[in-house]
C-alpha cells in the first residue's frame, strides 16, 4: 500500500502534486469487487465533489459506484480502461488509475486517511 | 431457477466490504440477521474451503471460494463444478392419485413419462403464470420425486398442501414426504460422469439427461437424476445429510482437483449462459410459461386437456400467441442487468432486461428479458438503456452457449 497517498472509507486514494490529484480505487476494492469487465467513467470538463459518485466499475455480477475523495474538474480519464478494464485488478495503484482532477479545496485532503490509518481501518472491516 | 434468486444482490453484498463507511451502520444488522440464517450440511466445508458465504433465500450459501467467478465459470465447462444446493427443497408424492393430482397443479404431462425419467415443469396460478418452476422425476405410477427452488419453498409446500387436502378430500388418495433430512449437490461438467462412475457400481453410461435413479453412491442411499442447471453433462445427487460432506469430500477427491467446489455467482453465469430462466428474475407469478418460452414444457395431451390452474389464459396464448416474449441478447456497453429499460430504434419502450451480465466463457454482454411480440425474432435491434444511456442490443437465439446433455445418440 503507497505510503505517498490519502485514502478515503469508501476504499478510493488519491495522489496531490501540487493542485494536481490523481484517483483510484484501492487494492483492498478491487479485491472485493473481483475482475472487472467494464469501466464507465466521467467526461473531461465535468465536476466531481468529495464522497460523490463519479465512474462506475463493472464485473461478472455486478457494478459498483465509485465515490470521489476529492473535489474539482476532471482533467484527464484513463482512457486504456476502456479497452483494458483489468488493469484495475492488476494495478490499482498505477496502471490501473481513473481520473485526474484539478483541485477546487485542497483542505478536503484533512478528512482522508494516511496509509497507516487506512490499514487499520481495512483490518476492522473484516 | 434452480438454486439462485437475485444473484446480482448476492454480488452486491459479497461486495459491501468496499461500500461508504456512512453505509457500516447496517452491519451490525446485517451480521444479527446473517445469524438467522439456515445452514445446509455442508456450511463448515465450505467456510474450510474458502467459501465466501452471503445470504441467499434465508440461508447461508457460498457465492464463491478461491477462485474468482469468471474462472469458476470457464472450469465448470471445461472441467466440471460441485454445487451445493442443499438449501432447495426436495419431496416425494406417493399414492395412487399422485399423478393426476401433480398434473392439476403442473403443466407437464406426467402420466406419459416412463418410470425413471423427468422433466423440467412449471407450478401455475389460476391466471397462468408461474409460481415456480421444478423438476419432476416420475419414480413409479404412485411416486413423484420432485425439487423446487429455494427461495419458493414456503409458497410452493403451502399450495401443495391446500390442493392435496381438497384432493383427498374428495376421495384422492395423495401424501407427501419431504427430503429435509438429505442433501442436494450438483455436479455439473464433462468429469462429471467419468467421476461419478468412480464412486458408483451403475452403468451411468445408460443413464440419460431427465433420467432417474435410487441407486448406491460412495456407500450412501442416493437419488441421482441426470439434470443440472448449466447447460453441461451433469448429475443432481440426493444424499442423507448426514453423509453430504463424505460425498462432496469423495468427488472432489476423485476428480483429481479438476472437479471445483464452485458458487452460486459461477451457477448465475451458468445458467444465463444456458438460455435458463432465473424463478424471480425471469419467471413470475404474473409471467405464463408461453410468455417464458416454455410452451414446449406443456406436453400435447395437456394441450388438448387442459387440466391445470390457469389452463384458459396459457391455451388461449398458445393459439393466439403471447403479448411479450422472452428473448435473449447481446448487448453493447456496460453489463444490462436486471429492470434494464429496452427501447425500439425510434425510442418507444418495449420490455426490460430480467438477467444480464457478463459472459465468462463468451466474453461479451449477455442478458435476458421480454420484449414486445413482434420485436422477439433473432437479429432485431434495439437499444438498452444503462445508467441513463442507450446502447445498442440485438436479439439472440438461446442458448448462449451450446447445452452438452447427455442424450441417446
Not at chain 1, 3 to 14: C, G, M, R
Not at chain 2, 180 to 188: I, K, V, Y
Not at chain 2, 377 to 386: F, I, M
Request: charged share 25%; with cysteine; aromatic share 6%.
Amino acid at each position: 500500500m503507497p505510503k505517498d497517498l490519502k485514502y478515503a472509507d469508501s476504499h478510493e486514494w488519491v495522489k496531490v502534486e501540487g493542485d494536481s490529484a490523481t484517483v483510484g480505487i484501492t487494492d483492498y476494492a478491487q479485491r472485493a469487487l473481483g475482475e472487472l469487465v467494464y469501466v464507465e467513467l466521467p467526461e473531461v470538463g465535468i465536476s466531481v465533489s468529495q464522497g460523490k459518485t463519479f465512474a462506475a466499475l463493472e464485473s461478472v455480477k455486478a457494478a459498483s459506484d465509485t465515490y470521489s475523495p476529492v473535489s474539482g474538474e476532471v482533467v484527464e480519464v484513463n482512457e486504456k480502461l476502456s479497452d483494458l478494464p483489468g488493469l484495475v485488478n492488476t494495478s490499482p495503484y498505477e496502471k490501473g488509475w481513473l481520473i485526474k482532477v484539478k483541485l477546487s479545496n485542497s483542505g478536503e485532503l484533512n478528512s482522508l486517511m494516511d496509509d497507516d490509518k487506512y490499514s487499520k481501518f481495512c483490518e476492522g472491516n473484516h | 431457477m434452480r438454486g439462485l434468486l437475485a444473484c446480482a444482490t448476492l454480488a452486491r453484498r459479497a461486495a459491501a466490504s468496499s461500500a461508504p463507511a456512512r453505509v457500516r451502520h447496517l452491519a451490525g444488522a446485517a451480521e444479527a440477521a446473517e445469524a438467522e440464517l439456515k445452514r445446509t450440511a455442508l456450511y463448515d466445508f465450505h467456510v474450510a474451503h474458502g467459501g465466501k458465504m452471503v445470504p441467499f433465500a434465508g440461508w447461508s450459501m457460498p457465492i464463491q471460494y478461491r477462485d474468482s467467478i469468471m474462472d469458476s465459470t470457464v472450469n465448470c465447462r471445461a472441467n466440471g463444478s460441485l454445487f451445493d444446493v442443499a438449501h432447495m427443497c426436495g419431496l416425494s408424492l406417493k399414492g395412487r392419485g399422485a399423478i393426476p393430482f401433480l398434473e392439476s397443479l403442473v403443466v407437464a404431462d406426467v402420466a406419459a413419462l416412463r418410470d425413471g425419467t423427468g422433466t423440467l415443469t412449471v407450478f401455475t396460478n389460476e391466471q397462468g403464470g408461474a409460481i415456480d418452476d421444478s423438476v419432476i422425476a416420475k419414480v413409479t405410477d404412485h411416486h413423484i420425486y420432485l425439487v423446487v427452488n429455494a427461495g419458493c419453498r414456503d409458497k410452493d409446500l403451502a399450495h401443495i398442501e391446500a390442493h392435496m387436502e381438497a384432493f383427498n378430500k374428495k376421495g384422492g388418495d395423495v401424501k407427501w414426504h419431504i427430503h429435509d433430512d438429505r442433501s442436494l449437490l450438483a455436479l455439473q461438467g464433462p468429469l462429471a460422469a467419468p467421476t461419478l462412475q468412480l464412486l458408483t457400481k451403475e452403468d451411468l453410461s445408460k443413464m440419460y439427461f431427465s433420467d432417474f435413479k435410487m441407486i448406491d453412491i460412495n456407500g450412501y442411499a442416493c437419488f441421482l437424476t441426470r439434470t443440472g442447471y448449466t447447460g453441461e453433462d451433469g448429475f443432481e445427487i440426493s444424499v442423507p445429510s448426514e453423509n453430504a460432506v463424505d460425498l462432496a469430500e469423495a468427488i472432489l477427491e476423485r476428480s483429481e482437483g479438476k472437479v471445483r467446489l464452485t458458487g452460486l455467482g459461477a451457477r448465475d453465469s451458468l445458467r444465463l449462459e444456458a438460455g435458463l430462466c432465473l424463478y424471480g428474475n425471469d419467471m413470475e407469478q404474473h409471467i405464463t410459461p408461453v410468455e417464458a418460452g416454455l410452451s414446449w414444457a406443456i406436453g400435447k395431451r395437456r394441450r388438448a386437456e387442459g387440466g391445470f390452474l390457469g389452463a384458459d389464459v396459457i391455451l388461449k396464448q398458445l393459439q393466439e400467441g403471447p403479448k411479450i416474449r422472452r428473448v435473449g441478447m447481446v448487448t453493447q456497453g456496460p453489463p444490462a442487468r436486471s429492470h434494464s429499460e429496452l427501447v425500439s430504434g425510434s425510442g418507444e419502450r418495449i420490455g426490460e432486461v430480467t438477467s444480464g451480465g457478463f459472459s465468462p466463457c463468451l466474453k461479451k454482454n449477455i442478458a435476458m428479458g421480454y420484449v414486445k411480440s413482434g420485436m422477439h425474432k433473432a437479429g432485431t435491434e434495439l437499444k438498452v438503456v444503462v445508467r441513463g444511456k442507450s446502447y445498442d442490443a440485438v436479439v439472440t437465439k438461446m442458448p448462449f452457449v451450446p447445452t452438452k446433455y447427455y442424450k441417446p445418440s
